[in-house]
């Protein structure tokens, strides 16, 4: 009874809550012309240019704000930029609405954490939204209110350059970053000034490219769609997302910004999404190339009419919505629901009681790079790294070493592990492999050479390189991309090493010294040279600027590696796209009968499976039980695993959990991933992992199409990765 008066009672505040705001909001409204409602549809990029330049020139901004036509800048940074753009926006136009400052702030601001790759690859949900809230705290000191991001779009396909901005391949895994980032940017309270709107992006299938080129086209059933590509988005509405950010792409010939199916009837009718959608970067001009707009009109039209609210950077809404309300093709209540939903926003974020609450110039200065954000980088930089080969327990390293060799293009690059979205990061910042290691050694230990360079095709250094590995005791190769390789319009047609790259490996693996090979890459490469011929190797992504220390950290033991991969690294391009929760078909690949699915000259598995990841501590599972093996369809059932430390140093390992469906009316993957604990173990130590398997665990979109539970039988595996597994079988019953 008492529970349930707490409950009524927090319902009719939210409810008195909303309707006070909704009040404010209609008040507001209420004043506006349709020019100003129109304005506020609209958005600029104040500063630099994060898509195609149309050669605006920044200072007509002002004028333009005056005069009511703009209701957001993205790319407008600092204090004082965002308070000047802001007074004329709250002074001096008429109706006198604050603008809403957005950027992308993908893995920091001016403190670049690792890229979201990487922090995916933690499975640390606390430590994920942990870096979110950190980069909200900079990013909202420096006048931004509202951050593209976290980009959720599931990537099966690595060639696809924006893979590494998001997490991965799995949608579970990819559903729980979504909403610890929602939730790290967010906040508490949207209202407190250290707290920024998160935007997920970009909604969606865009990581579903064709060929993994980047804006290519995208089809695919309704049901992969809606349970791999929106999982995470949905994950990221029920956390709170203020706003999400249609796609560049089509699916099943439709442009995101005219797909009233997606951004209507699933966002909003499906889901109850009461934020704003904003488009991507001129995605509303593109409906013209993509041939379903034959001019920017009709772009306009398809765009506001699918429920694409704010437009950015293509001039459609601004040029002709005022015509499409007055020849009736847009209806007036359809902008009156866009401007609310931004208005909303505006609302929550507080702008309205106090618009130069985030332009303190003072805060800026305390808050930017201070010693706490960077200590947070550093941890989370750590937790990122992922072992994926130790042979004969090479790491982690004496400080007795002796003599180390640190050798590679990207061994004391300053730029490199900033990432693909670290627009406002100082490469000055970056703390090098080459510093990290000094930091820990005395200087006479540490040599360096730099081999080559990341896209080299010359071997002038290569000598000298072979030389100092000669002299080493052990050396250090740090190979891979450059921070331009991947990100956005940087997709690949190859995913090995650039360069001669390879080559120098070879050169210095042949001087018989110990190799440790660190790759620092934005995504899966195919390298299994270097695999076979590493003593040990550590895969680093880009960590941001504190990259040399965390990998320092990780060489001479002071952090025990536990990160996993949140995507399968293939051994060759030719097996894309290659994912865990593949399908079995008819004839699944046996290298034994040539009639199977299978190539006939590469085998089938991968380089490294998902979610795998080594730890200088022993993980061992057994005992894998279920306290009975059935439930009902709305029943619930315990799995457990004793997971033992047989090594001799306390460590941390991801116990993962994966179910298979065994017969379906459709078909479904050989494994999925349906939950994980992170659990701290010492030497010697056995902890009991418990995980229960929950009606929403076993719902798929039935053959059709309602999403269900089809009782029979099901296969549950536990363990370090998706390949090496224990399995226990259970039935659901009717
Ligand atoms: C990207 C988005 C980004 C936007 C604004 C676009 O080109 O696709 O991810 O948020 O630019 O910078």
């Known amino acids: ?73 993205l790319n407008v940074f600092g204090s004082e930029q965002t308070r000047k753009m802001q007074r004329i926006a709250v002074e001096q136009s008429r109706a006198k609405i604050p603008l809403i400052f957005g950027l992308d702030v993908i ?29 909200a705290i900079e990013a909202s000191s420096a006048g931004i209110h509202w951050t593209f991001g976290p980009m959720v779009d599931i990537a ?114 499906e889901w109850k999404f009461d934020g704003f959608v904003v488009s991507d970067w001129n995605s509303v001009g593109e409906l013209i190339p993509h041939g379903a ?33 007055n020849s009736g093709k847009v209806s007036q209540n359809t902008i009156d629901e866009s401007v609310r939903r931004i208005l909303r926003i505006k609302f929550r974020l507080g702008l309205f009681e106090d618009p130069y609450k985030y332009c303190d110039a003072a805060r800026e200065k305390a808050q930017t790079r201070s010693k706490e954000i960077i200590s947070a980088a550093r941890m989370i930089a ?49 703390v090098t492999v080459v510093e990290g290691v000094r930091q820990k050694l005395s200087a006479a230990q540490v040599l360096y050479e730099q081999g080559c360079g990341i896209t080299d095709s010359s071997k002038n250094g290569f000598a000298a390189a072979v030389a100092v590995a000669k002299k080493a005791d052990v050396v250090l190769l740090v190979l891979g991309e450059s921070l331009a390789m991947s990100g956005e319009a940087y997709s690949r047609s190859r995913l090995d090493l650039p360069g001669v790259q390879e080559e120098l490996a070879e050169a210095v693996c042949a001087a018989g010294k110990p ?62 796209p290659l994912y865990y929760n593949n399908k079995n078909t008819g004839r699944p690949g046996d290298p034994r009968n040539h009639y199977t699915s299978a190539y006939f000259d590469l085998e089938n598995t991968p380089l490294f499976p998902f979610g795998f990841g080594l730890s200088y501590s022993k993980f061992e599972y ?12 709305d029943g619930s ?38 939950g994980f604990s992170k659990v701290a173990l010492r030497p010697g130590e056995t902890k009991k992992v418990e995980f229960v398997i929950m009606p929403e665990h076993l719902k798929f979109y039935t053959l059709d199409m309602t999403y269900a539970i089809e009782p029979g039988e099901f296969m549950l595996f536990a363990g370090g990765n998706s390949r090496d597994v224990l399995e226990v079988p259970f039935t659901v019953t009717q």
């Open 293 to 325: 707009a034959k001019d920017l009109a009709q772009a306009a039209e398809l765009g506001i009419n699918a429920g694409v609210d704010m437009d950015m950077e293509s001039d459609a809404y601004i040029a002709s919505l005022k015509n499409l309300v």
């Open 515 to 576: 190799v440790i090979v660190i790759l620092m890459n934005g995504r899966p490469l195919a390298v299994p040279w270097i695999v076979e011929h590493s003593n040990a190797l550590i895969e680093a992504w880009f960590l941001g600027v504190q990259s040399g220390n965390a990998v320092a950290d990780v060489l001479f033991g002071s952090v025990n590696p536990s990160g996993k991969l949140p995507v399968t690294f293939p051994r060759s391009v030719g097996q894309i």
């Open 1 to 73: 009874m008492h529970k349930i008066c707490i409950l009524l009672l927090i319902y009719s505040i939210a409810w008195s809550q909303q309707r006070s705001l909704d009040a404010r909001i209609d008040s507001v409204l209420s004043k506006m012309t349709l020019d100003e409602k129109i304005g506020q549809l609209n958005q600029y990029s104040g500063g630099f240019f994060t898509g195609v330049n149309k050669n605006r020139l920044s200072g007509s901004y002002e004028q333009l704000i005056r005069e009511g036509k703009v209701g957001s800048l």
């Open 382 to 430: 750590g937790k990122s790294i992922v072992l994926l080969k130790n042979d004969g327990e090479i790491l982690p390293l004496k400080k007795s070493i002796g003599t180390v060799a640190i050798i590679g293009p990207l061994a004391n690059s300053k730029r490199d592990p900033l990432g693909a979205w670290a627009q406002q990061g100082d490469s000055g910042d970056v």
């Open 622 to 633: 057994s005992h894998l039980t279920l306290n009975v093996s059935s439930m009902t369809m």
């Open 156 to 269: 099966r396909d690595p060639r696809w350059g924006r893979i590494v901005e998001g997490s991965g391949e799995d949608p579970y895994l990819g559903s729980l970053m979504a909403a610890a980032r929602v939730r790290g940017y967010q906040g508490g309270d949207l209202a407190a000034n250290n707290t920024i709107v998160a935007c997920a992006k970009h909604f969606a299938g865009y990581g579903g490219a064709e060929g993994g080129r980047d804006y290519n086209t995208v089809d695919m059933s309704e049901r992969t769609f809606r349970e791999v590509y929106l999982k995470p988005f949905k994950s990221a509405v029920d956390a709170g997302a203020g706003t999400l950010m249609a796609s560049f792409n089509e699916i099943g010939g439709v442009p995101s910004s005219a797909n009233h199916q997606l951004l209507t009837r699933i966002l909003r009718d």
């Open 107 to 135: 893995h920091g601001c001016k403190t670049t954490f690792p890229v979201p790759l990487a922090e995916a690859s933690t499975w640390d949900t606390a430590a994920v939204a942990l870096s979110a809230r950190w980069q």
């Open 637 to 674: 059932l315990t799995a457990s695993v004793d997971v033992r430390n047989s090594g001799t140093r306390a460590g941390e390992e991801v116990v993962q959990f994966y179910i298979r469906d065994l017969v379906g009316s459709v078909t479904r993957p050989v494994k999925e991933l349906k």
